[in-house]
């Protein structure tokens, strides 16, 4: 019987192991028993996930909130995004021992296996490209609050050399751990001492912290490539592959995913470690593609990716809040998506995962080279969090009239949701362009998006399925007198979003042979319950799909209420005693309306799937029967 050896007994090394002896394959963690100095490590919501996966226990940790902060006087919170603030030492040997319980062996003697995963560090990394340094130190002090905090710190404005480097700040009880990471030749003193700087800036309490341990520093490395991640020497997981974001330094989400992909490619593989380096690289390419790529973006033409992150850090603007999770959390994003992801039966899943699969291959074909900055918003590990999307809704309607999908009609449900993202990036509040000496980014960023995106996705139309050529520029000409009738009356805003909703489902029926006048208005119906949900989400201070605050959904003039309030040029700070209580009736109306249209669908597998959509979208008022409860 084949078996694996794994050098290195971090986090990527424990999740590798332990993922392969629960999968019945003798394996041998292989580790240093030496002491290391004490810190805190962050575990993202995503590491959290994966280990929960494999059987660690994760639930005990304490779990803080996030804060972004660009500069003393920006920042912002991210909603729904939380990092659990652990002890390095207790952390790690909570992994190691669980893959011992869960059946692996361990040693420090390296062994010869036919299966090898390298989970040794950064020092194994074979890419020299965005090496760098990353520090932390305990501090000792007063409570510094309840959220993690991840200051962006800016090159000088005249340096185009300038590279990424993060300072971080997690409380624990008694002070904190500050961390740092940096790209470049950067000695670890002086990256504390930045770090404790940029940080006491957002909050002078910090300067009443004390060193209560040393500073711990290492090299860090994000020139990820899934081709040199996986050699004929072994499966390189975590730092050993380059799986660091250079944005923040962060590098355990990475670690664990791909531990666990590696156990997996072993498994899949038997006895032949060349099938296993193929499935391994497979996996990589489609796990952190766009992520990645973006890392090395930063890395290599950092001064662009910073300005357009920059640009957006103080906005509330969907494009920019979406973009900025994607990009420096270890999250993918579509388009429209919460938290949540959407319950499908298996059945369906199975038929459907395979088109989104084949929509995203197309999606990032266009986006990874000129703009990887967004090509994380079309990247999510669809096995585990299958998200509300435009191609969710085409795939329903193409597949209702009784055939499989056909070659192309993936490139079409592409072309809609690269349109959608681009749309995306004109709502909400617009960009006033400013004075300024060179490039305004704010301004120019969302121009340059929107347009590339819009112009992409005409052009794929135009190849994959040119009859429709007319209606999909008949529809981008629709959205844009829809969005200008809105900015110039304030009101119609459902309008618009009853024909971003509506037009997937419309060409799919088409292509589909389906009645697309019933998928027209089921659509419509969807896209006025969407926003009307915004609008209760956001009146109740919860997370909205558009990652908006209610004062955005208003100033951006995409939301309900005015109308539904009969106050034009609502605020958020003048809100009638009644907002919440009409908010909420008004979304389940919208819920009744579409599950009215849902119900004159013809074809039961598509009554099915949108019900399931519309039930995701109304669940956060589908549980209060009565308005008046609110």
């Not at 794994?6 to 003798?26: D, E, F, Q, S, Y």
């Not at 390298?118 to 130190?137: E, F, H, K, Q, Y």
Request: proline content about 7%; glycine content about 12%; aromatic content about 6%.
């Amino acid at each position: 019987m084949s078996h694996a050896v794994v050098i290195g007994a971090g986090p990527a090394g424990a999740v590798a192991a332990a993922v392969l002896a629960r999968g019945g394959m003798p394996v041998v963690l292989t580790g240093r028993d030496e002491p290391q100095p004490r810190y805190d490590v962050l575990v993202s919501g995503p590491a959290r996930e994966i280990l929960r996966s494999v059987g660690v226990a994760v639930d005990d940790w304490p779990v803080f909130g996030v804060t972004i902060a660009f500069d003393a006087a920006t920042s912002h919170a991210v909603p729904d995004a939380g990092y659990a603030v652990v002890d390095n030492g207790v952390f790690r040997e909570t992994l190691r021992a669980h893959a011992v319980r869960c059946g692996a062996g361990y040693g420090t003697a390296v062994e010869t296996a036919p299966h090898v995963v390298l989970a040794d560090g950064a020092g194994r990394s074979p890419s020299s490209d965005g090496s760098g340094m990353s520090c932390a130190r305990r501090f000792s002090g007063p409570d510094l609050g309840d959220r993690v905090v991840l200051r962006m710190l800016a090159p000088p404005a005249d340096d185009p050399r300038g590279r990424p480097r993060c300072a971080w700040l997690a409380p624990v009880p008694g002070g904190c751990t500050i961390g740092a990471s940096a790209l470049g030749a950067v000695p670890a003193g002086d990256l504390m001492d930045e770090a404790f700087e940029a940080l006491a800036e957002l909050d002078p309490r910090v300067r009443d912290c004390v060193p209560a341990g040393p500073v711990v520093s290492g090299p860090l490395s994000c020139g990820f490539s899934p081709g040199s991640a996986a050699g004929p020497d072994g499966l390189r997981v975590g730092d050993a592959a380059g799986l660091v974001n250079p944005f923040t330094g962060e590098g355990l989400s990475g670690a664990v995913q791909s531990g666990r992909l590696a156990a997996r490619a072993i498994l899949s593989a038997g006895d032949d470690p060349a099938v296993a380096r193929r499935e391994y690289e497979r996996l990589l390419a489609s796990a952190f593609v766009g992520y990645f790529e973006t890392a090395r973006h930063a890395a290599r033409r950092y001064h662009l990716a910073w300005r357009v992150l920059a640009a957006g850090a103080g906005s509330e603007h969907p494009f920019y809040a979406k973009g900025r999770r994607a990009v420096v959390l270890p999250e993918g994003i579509s388009a429209l998506a919460g938290a949540e992801p959407l319950d499908l039966p298996r059945a369906t899943r199975v038929r459907l995962l395979p088109f989104l699969a084949a929509c995203d291959e197309v999606c990032l074909s266009i986006v990874r080279g000129d703009w990887p900055f967004l090509a994380r918003m079309f990247t999510a590990d669809r096995e585990e969090k299958l998200l509300l999307r435009p191609a969710i809704g085409f795939f329903a309607a193409l597949t209702a009239g009784g055939d499989p999908p056909a070659g192309g009609e993936a490139t079409v449900a592409a072309a809609i949701e690269l349109a959608t993202v681009g749309a995306l990036a004109f709502l909400g509040p617009t960009v006033t362009p400013r004075e300024m000496r060179g490039v305004d980014w704010a301004s120019a960023t969302t121009v340059l998006a929107g347009d590339y995106l819009l112009g992409q996705a005409s052009r794929l139309i135009a190849q994959a399925a040119p009859e429709l050529s007319w209606s999909f520029s008949d529809w981008l000409g629709e959205l844009a007198s829809l969005r200008a009738a809105v900015v110039t009356t304030g009101a119609g805003a459902e309008a618009v979003f009853a024909s971003l909703f509506e037009f997937p489902l419309r060409i799919g029926a088409a292509l589909g042979g389906a009645d697309a006048e019933v998928f027209r208005t089921c659509g419509e119906a969807l896209g006025r319950l969407f926003l009307r949900v915004e609008d209760v989400l956001a009146l109740l201070g919860d997370r909205t799909r558009l990652d908006a605050t209610l004062t955005d959904l208003l100033d951006g003039r995409i939301s309900a209420l005015p109308e539904l309030l009969a106050v034009p040029g609502l605020r958020a700070g003048a809100l009638p005693p009644h907002a919440l209580r009409t908010a909420v009736k008004a979304a389940q109306g919208a819920c009744a309306e579409y599950e009215r249209a849902c119900a004159l669908l013809p074809n039961p597998d598509a009554r099915s799937l949108l019900g399931a959509v519309g039930a995701w979208v109304a669940a956060p008022v589908a549980a209060r029967p009565e308005a008046d409860a609110w």
